[in-house]
């Protein structure tokens, strides 16, 4: 199995954390969507990682979408994303609200890095990190200090989207230890867990 994308991309680390804690065992290609964009093409038409190639041949792209497949074949009776009811509207509620902050703060930033400094909208880059702190807020509520994981009292998709968006967050530069303290907490538990240590980048 062949995992196509940096683990600076929050949605490749999403992939990346999601086999390692399945224990599937991959190969993983550093690729840029921006640096290396004619090989990215080759998995991905939209030029967009991650991609994961399976041994069959058969190429997945989308994050969403490639760690719904890891659930359905490796999470038997336990997946990181529950199969239905109440379990996994919680989890994909927390999934939506990060994943979503995450696409919010990447706009930011590739407006900020590569739009020409005369046509730089700073209210609109405002406006999309207000909307990432708004979603980790939103999770920040749901946290039980106490708890080692955000919802069901186990490793979901709702912890390991939290820690790619809470990472995302820091680096575009919101304080997060100020305005999410218990949400960096768990990040930080989390990172001392293999699959999240071994991802980084």
């Known amino acids: 199995m062949l995992l196509i994308g940096v683990n600076r991309s929050p949605y490749t ?74 379990d996994r509207r919680a989890v994909m509620k927390v999934a939506a609200l990060m994943m979503g902050a995450c696409d919010k703060g990447l706009q930011a930033a590739y407006t900020r890095n590569h739009t020409p400094a005369e046509k730089i909208h700073q209210p609109w880059i405002d406006d999309c990190n207000a909307q990432v702190m708004n979603a980790l807020t939103a999770v920040e509520a749901m946290i039980d200090p106490n708890a080692p994981y955000l919802v069901l009292g186990r490793l979901t998709q709702a912890d390991i989207c939290a820690f790619v968006a809470e990472r995302l967050a820091r680096g575009i530069g919101l304080d997060t230890d100020a305005q999410t303290p218990r949400l960096r907490a768990l990040t930080k538990r989390l990172l001392e867990e293999p699959p999240f240590r071994s991802t980084e980048p």
């Not at 599937?24 to 290609?29: G, H, L």
């Open 13 to 86: 680390r999403r992939v990346a954390i999601t086999l390692k804690a399945y224990g599937v065992p991959f190969e993983q290609r550093d690729l840029s969507g921006f640096a290396n964009r004619a090989e990215v093409h080759a998995s991905n038409p939209l030029g967009r990682i991650p991609a994961l190639v399976l041994d069959s041949g058969e190429t997945l792209i989308d994050s969403g979408a490639i760690v719904d497949h890891l659930d359905e074949t490796y999470g038997g009776d336990r997946p990181l994303t529950p199969a239905k009811g109440a």
